[in-house]
Structure formats: structure tokens, C-alpha cells
């Protein structure tokens, strides 16, 4: 009697698929067979935005590649993420006449929060920045900002928008809620 294999090592690799497309793949759905497992109903999927292939890897089966992804419905628009887990053979291409119907899932209201890239210096560092500009005999341009960075994963509620310069409140001026 013959063992089966767990069903999401059965399919192809990441760059299996995309070897066989025009232009690699880009602007097409790919899913993962263990994302369909765990929640049928609500669509997870990467929309292809940019492949890099490694030409010296066999058969072209290596390489990065980034999309646009969407996980149990809900997308963020201008978040691209590297694809991760390419190598696993778990990977499905969704054909262009099932593309309408697998992304017509409509999710309820999502709580996601999009987070500041920048926000104003606490005043004790600016003014210890303003100082040492002085000592330094260099001027220090108004107003004095802080990057913020987030983890960029599309699992978690907050996240930042690339290139974006969204400019949040100071540090310490945030409401608690009560």
C-alpha cells in the first residue's frame, strides 16, 4: 500500500510555475495549497508584481520574487512583500478565467491601522540635537524627525505604507484610552 504525501507537498515550487508563464508570472495570482487548507472560504493569495530569476540556478528554479498579497480577503494597497517559502511544493497558479470569481470574496471592515512613517522629535533629543549643531557649527533643519519602522508583514494590524511620508504625532502626545 502506497503512503500518501502530505497534500501541500504534492504541488510545484514557486519558480516551477512562474518558469512557464510569459514574463514570469508577473500580474498573476499564485496561492499556497496550505492557505486554500486552512481557510477555503476566505481568499489568501499573492498577486506578482516583479520577478528575479538566478539564470545560473538548474532550470531556472531559483531566484526572489515580490507580489502584492492578500491573506483571508484583505489587501493593503502600495505594500509589496518579498515572496518567502518559494521553494516549498506547495504553490498553485489560478487560471485567468478563475482570477474574478477566486478574488470576489468581500471581508468584513478591517481593523488594520496604517502607522506613521515619521513623527516629531521628543523635545529633549531636539533640543540635544539643536546643542550639538551649535557646538558643530552646522544648522539643523526644522522640523527635526524621527524615522519609525514597523515590521512589514501583512499579518499584523499595523503597517506602513513604502515611501510614503506620513508624518504622525509627537511621541507622548498619544491618547490612552480609557
Known sequence: MAVHAHPWRTGKSLFDLLNQLPNFGVGRIVTRTRWQHWRPDQPSYIRITR???DCESLNLGQGEAWGIPTMRG???DGMEIKVGAWWKREWKLIRKSEEDEFC??????EDFHQVPNKVAMPPLLAAMLKEEGVIKGTEVEEPLL???KTSRGYRHRGYQVPGANVLGKRIGDFEIPR
Not at 470576489?104 to 471592515?109: R, V
Open 51 to 53: 520577478v528575479k530569476v
Open 74 to 76: 484583505y489587501s493593503r
Open 104 to 109: 470576489a470574496y468581500q471581508p468584513k471592515e
Open 146 to 148: 524621527l524615522d519609525i
